[in-house]
């Protein structure tokens, strides 16, 4: 058996059309965002896309060979071609470093070398599909901690990045096209990056470039796609993503050069409160792209009774997605969950606040209340957004 016959989990997910193998939940992450920003000692540059066979790969490997032909020494990390004649073109005339062989139950597969870019030390590394997970057993969990080992090292990285594969858009995505992600990587990478350049290609000739055998070569992996993730309304809606993402990251730039750093009393902070699992997930990515977009910060909050002991298991789950997402995740001990949530928020200096919306039925908030009709009615000076439930 080899790498191209092992099943996902998810027969829809685009990352089974391109046969990549699931190995289950990745690894734990240890790089943070402040330690990232700290260690980085070069460039990281990132070829956005809103779907796979826009261009990026074709892009990074087109960028490797001008840098390369002006005298800068520069390296093939990984580059995945799938077949296409046109990427594999591109990669001639580049030095290409010999993948790593891993076995992981009883089957063989390829992953980047990153001890060997180490060893190799060249000026720059092209690292294909930033989100990518490795095998269990590697010394990272994930392709995109490699990247950041790599820029700590002071070799620069240009990579790519499909917009669907960003943390906070996450749960965007599984409703825009119905196929959930398996890949992610943190919004703050992009963040870190000191460049995002958008590979844009309309949703009619991306599909042109399937018929014609120019994404998946294999003719009925092309029909497979073009019926499940290729359709023009899901291609559509990632470019729209991919577009308003890498406007917002051209505003924060500019913003950055053109203003002063907010001061704290001025800037944005966001509370996210989560008290049941079913909704909690979709209130912090809902959150954390509120926070993006007002250039703010994000926190997370959970209260619990005085008189409960034990810990729910899914916040852990919640708390790992806040650290993803650059936020920091709080649980909070007061048997008034509006007295615990308004008395963080006001020494945090919260500005506004996401809740979701009350499962009680009318008739109990009439002669009840609720937790949200209470945080409105006792918050000061703070926006209380309500998120609708998905399904009635």
Request: proline letters at 5%; hydrophobic letters at 40%.
């Amino acid at each position: 058996m080899d790498e191209m016959t092992v099943p996902r989990s998810d027969p829809e997910s685009v990352e089974s059309l391109a046969e990549r193998p699931d190995f289950g939940a990745p690894g734990a992450t240890t790089w943070t965002h402040a330690e990232a920003a700290t260690r980085k000692q070069a460039v990281l540059r990132i070829y956005l896309g809103a779907a796979p066979g826009v261009g990026k790969t074709y892009a990074m490997l087109s960028e490797g060979r001008r840098r390369a032909e002006r005298g800068t020494d520069v390296v093939v990390g990984i580059a995945e071609s799938y077949g296409r004649p046109k990427t594999r073109a591109m990669l001639e005339g580049l030095e290409i470093l010999p993948t790593r062989s891993v076995t992981y139950r009883e089957t063989t597969f390829q992953e980047m070398d990153a001890p060997a870019i180490f060893r190799r030390r060249p000026d720059v590394v092209l690292v294909d599909e930033l989100a990518h997970t490795n095998v269990p057993g590697l010394e990272r969990s994930k392709r995109w901690e490699d990247a950041l080992d790599v820029l700590a090292d002071g070799i620069e990285v240009i990579t790519t990045l499909n917009v669907q594969h960003i943390e906070s858009l996450n749960d965007v995505v599984h409703r825009a096209t119905g196929i959930k992600q398996q890949e992610t990587v943190p919004d703050w990478i992009l963040d870190l990056a000191d460049q995002v350049e958008l590979v844009d290609m309309s949703p009619q000739a991306l599909r042109r470039r399937m018929m014609h055998g120019n994404v998946y070569p294999d003719a009925r992996k092309a029909e497979l796609a073009l019926r499940r993730f290729f359709t023009e309304e899901n291609l559509t809606a990632l470019r729209d993503l991919a577009l308003m993402r890498v406007a917002d990251q051209v505003d924060e730039d500019l913003l950055a050069r053109w203003s002063r750093e907010a001061a704290p009393d001025t800037r944005e902070r966001v509370l996210v409160c989560v008290s049941r699992p079913e909704l909690a997930e979709e209130l912090v990515r809902r959150g954390a792209r509120v926070a993006h977009r007002a250039r703010g910060d994000l926190l997370v909050v959970h209260v619990t009774g005085l008189e409960d002991h034990d810990r729910p298991a899914w916040l852990a789950e919640i708390r790992d997605l806040t650290e993803k997402l650059d936020g920091t995740f709080e649980v909070i001990t007061d048997d008034s969950a509006v007295d615990g949530v308004l008395g963080y928020a006001y020494r945090q200096h919260v500005t506004q606040i996401v809740v979701g919306e009350p499962l009680k039925p009318k008739w109990q908030e009439v002669l009840r209340g609720s937790f949200v009709n209470r945080l409105i009615r006792k918050a000061e000076k703070i926006d209380v957004h309500v998120i609708a439930q998905r399904e009635r």
